[in-house]
């Protein structure tokens, strides 16, 4: 089935061609861990696993690359502001390093909270300056460098080809970007190698060719996409605030060193957002897995709420709307529990469903097609179950904890139901509900169907 994805480059939906028959390999750029990733960073990063899991239900053996920043990323994308992860270190009081390990840590907790697939390489900036380094001298011997006080700077007016991505030319970008220049030649040049600033006392800090310094931002997911993928590679993904920057400039800085395009498709995610603005950690309105939890929202039920919007409309979280999420992935856990073991999948409601995912990642129509199977009422219950399965291989829902797995019922509980089914008879509506909370208490809740009481897990 043909697989068809927007691509940024070029602002149209594409048939897509692998580089290599059966194979695709897929760079997306990962978290700054200057902190806790939040459920904004999440929506990438969900897509990014969508969009492996949905290769994969389509045959391709794939290679997935998210990367680790954990060097390199100044405040404000662009050349000027502290690096992100002093910058913490400073506040804090901790070493820049202690703060990347601890993040880099509770990233992959989160993932897995998510049911993301681990990505098959996660390379971080600072395992990679040698790589870095070499790129920038390829850069430099093809002659789009020079150097100021501050760092080797890449000359991006000797790049003809350079805003095709944004689709700005360099005019347009010059009176664009508000930014100093400073000793810079043109506003859209950009830091390859900064030197580390007299005076200021760095932790993370590298030779180079050029001096004592640390890396840019962008030639780190160039070099490390490089190594692990090759150039050209089939997909980089990542949010829409990385199109007129960070990609704009790994496609600059690829063509400089390697005459050639870094990767063929480049998809973009909207933004989560909150109050009709993007969710930030520098706008401070984050939220993260701790706080989904603490609003007893399961992270899985968070990934149900973002596979609801497609991935290039903005998307605006309330709790109201996570909590509907929420509520829906309970009632669907709780349906599929009293299904037979799966037997073969429905081939054409699978072709329904693949349409959808292989149409841009329609997740939302996807998740019409998984609903209607769900809710089918002369389906072979079997074959129900076996459908619902194969789907969530592209969902992510951890269905196969739940299907067909009807719940361990304590004899203590079913006892209190024996208990609470009397109550009712004798219209004791407050017995009722103390038994209620007692079942509550034992782990399990109750719902009173036109079958009767029906015991469900705590969700
Ligand atoms: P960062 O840690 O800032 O490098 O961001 C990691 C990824 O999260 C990038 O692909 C960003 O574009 C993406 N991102 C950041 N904020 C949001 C948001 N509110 N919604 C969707 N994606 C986001
Ligand atoms: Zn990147």
Not at 195 to 200: D, N, R, T, W
Not at 223 to 248: C, N, Q, R, W
Not at 275 to 288: A, I, P, R, V
Not at 401 to 425: H, T
Request: proline share 3%; net charge negative.
């Amino acid at each position: 089935m043909a697989i068809h994805l927007f691509n940024t480059l070029g602002r149209k939906k594409q048939a897509f061609a692998p580089l290599v028959p059966g194979k695709v390999g897929i760079y997306s750029c990962g978290l700054t861990v200057y902190g806790r990733g939040h459920i904004g960073n999440f929506r990438a990063f969900l897509m990014a696993d969508t969009l492996r899991r949905m290769f994969e239900a389509n045959h391709y053996a794939v290679t997935q690359v998210i990367n680790i920043t954990d060097v390199g990323h100044l405040v404000g994308d662009l050349d000027g502001g502290e690096e992100k992860l002093q910058m913490m270190s400073k506040k804090l009081g901790e070493s820049a390093w202690d703060i990347a390990a601890k993040y880099t840590a509770l990233y992959f907790e989160d993932m897995k909270k998510f049911n993301m697939l681990t990505p098959h390489v996660s390379p971080k900036a600072t395992d990679h300056i040698a790589e870095q380094i070499t790129m920038i001298e390829a850069i430099e011997k093809n002659g789009y460098t020079y150097t100021i006080a501050d760092g080797v700077y890449f000359d991006t007016s000797k790049l003809e080809s350079y805003g095709q991505l944004s689709g700005q030319s360099l005019d347009e970008k010059e009176s664009g970007a508000r930014v100093s220049l400073g000793d810079k030649k043109n506003g859209s040049d950009f830091a390859l190698w900064k030197f580390a600033p007299e005076g200021v006392e760095r932790q993370m800090i590298w030779e180079s060719p050029w001096g004592k310094g640390f890396p840019g931002w962008h030639i780190e997911c160039s070099a490390m996409s490089e190594k692990y993928l090759g150039v050209p590679f089939d997909i980089h993904t990542g949010g829409i605030d990385h199109i007129a920057v960070h990609h704009e400039n790994e496609i600059a800085q690829t063509l400089a060193a390697r005459n050639c395009l870094e990767a063929n498709f480049w998809m973009h995610n909207e933004f989560l957002q909150i109050d009709g603005g993007k969710m930030s950690k520098s706008l401070g309105n984050t939220y993260t897995v701790a706080d989904l939890e603490t609003h007893k929202i399961h992270p899985l039920s968070f990934r149900l709420f973002i596979l609801g919007a497609h991935y290039r409309t903005p998307q605006n979280f309330t709790w109201d709307a996570v909590g509907a999420s929420h509520a829906a992935l309970g009632s669907i856990r709780n349906t599929v529990r009293d299904l037979p073991k799966p037997s073969d999948a429905d081939a054409e409601s699978m072709a329904q469903f693949m349409e959808r995912v292989n149409d841009d990642l329609d997740t939302p129509g996807a998740l019409a097609i998984f609903y209607g199977v769900l809710n089918h009422v002369s389906m072979e219950r079997s074959v129900k179950s076996a459908t619902l399965l194969k789907m969530d291989e592209v969902l992510g829902l951890a269905l196969e904890d739940v299907v067909a797995r009807p719940l361990n019922v304590p004899s203590s509980v079913e006892k209190l139901l024996i208990d609470r089914e009397a109550a009712r008879s004798n219209k004791d509506w407050a017995k009722s509900d103390e038994i209620r909370a007692e079942i509550v208490k034992l782990g399990f809740d109750v719902n009173d169907t036109p079958a009767g009481q029906k015991v469900m897990e705590i969700w």
